[in-house]
């Protein structure tokens, strides 16, 4: 069966959001309607990243919400969550379903229609696409896409296309009517001044398109 991804996806940023814990977040994007949410952190030390995740995957599991940590696929089996995600350095998704499982979620990041295209051959459930715009939130982004790289991407993909890479409230429409399954949002929501408000406004917005 194919994998169903809700129309936003919010990745966790403790320092964009000035929250303390990733814990702290996924309870607001819960309140906010979230049902998958990934959990992205590059330097957390690792003991400590492992417990916030737990803690994470604990109390979704009491909304049926989905747990995705990001790169680290020794954290996404120790805390119990849903799956991985993986980027073009990271462990290829082949060797990632023997750590983690066939039936654990795994999603790819890919920068070109060239990459995505691959993507197809590989044991991923979604493929996710960008910087559609440009965006700050990662130091070394590859270059833009843009919404016709996405269209055609998304004509092409034989799994849902997540789209990523600054995408705000007002760009919501015009991504999703270029075919994305789903928008990977980070800076939008963690620096609003209600992530769950924000949430919100998101999903409305996707929805209606």
Do not use: W
């Not at 055609?152 to 760009?171: F, H, K, T, W, Y």
Request: charged share 20%; hydrophobic share 45%.
């Amino acid at each position: 069966m194919q994998f169903r991804i809700p129309p936003i996806y919010p990745i966790t940023d403790k320092r964009l959001s000035g929250k303390n814990t990733h814990l702290a977040i996924v309870r607001e994007l819960i309140r906010g309607g979230a049902a998958i949410i990934q959990i992205r952190d590059k330097g957390t030390p690792v003991r400590q990243l492992l417990l916030d995740i737990r803690r994470c995957a604990e109390y979704a599991a009491g909304f049926d919400v989905k747990i995705i940590v990001n790169d680290r696929c020794d954290l996404a089996v120790l805390a119990g969550v849903a799956g991985v995600h993986l980027g073009q350095d990271d462990l290829p998704p082949a060797f990632a379903r023997e750590v983690i499982g066939r039936g654990a979620i795994v999603g790819f990041s890919t920068h070109s229609p060239a990459q995505a295209r691959q993507a197809n051959r590989l044991p991923v459930d979604y493929v996710a696409f960008g910087p559609i715009f440009a965006t700050a939130t990662k130091s070394h982004s590859s270059p833009v896409t843009g919404l016709a790289a996405l269209r055609r991407v998304c004509r092409q993909s034989a799994r849902p296309v997540v789209a990523i890479g600054g995408i705000g409230l007002e760009q919501v429409p015009a991504v999703r009517e270029a075919g994305a399954a789903s928008i990977a949002v980070i800076s939008a929501i963690m620096q609003a001044r209600s992530i769950a408000r924000s949430l919100e406004q998101f999903l409305r917005a996707a929805e209606s398109v």
